[in-house]
């Protein structure tokens, strides 16, 4: 009957921490780098969420000291891409 008062806290939590992310992500990303993810975020949805969960798990560990360059995105996008790319044989078809 009455709303449950944790599911609203849960969800309170989970914005924080996305608000979180975000915030690192975006400390760690030079603006150029910023903008091609905003703009690859249209596109490729999937893909810019893998890369930002590396890009703040690699803040947090210690392993970036300093923003990565556009250049330096756009390796780590290829990278990540060409990890994904799926081989596909058809046997038997012909």
């Known amino acids: 009957m009455y709303p ?6 849960d969800e309170d939590k989970k914005r924080e921490e996305e608000a979180l992310k975000e915030a690192v992500i975006r400390q760690y990303l030079s603006p150029k780098a910023r903008e091609r993810l905003n703009n690859l975020s249209l ?16 803040a947090v560990s210690g ?32």
């Open 43 to 58: 596109v490729n949805p999937t893909l810019v969420k893998q890369v930002k969960e590396l890009i703040y798990n690699l």
């Open 63 to 94: 392993r970036l000291s300093e923003p990565l360059t556009d250049s330096q995105l756009k390796e780590l996008l290829y990278r990540i891409q060409s990890s994904r790319k799926k081989e596909y044989r058809f046997k038997g078809l012909w």
């Open 4 to 9: 449950n008062v944790n599911d609203n806290s």
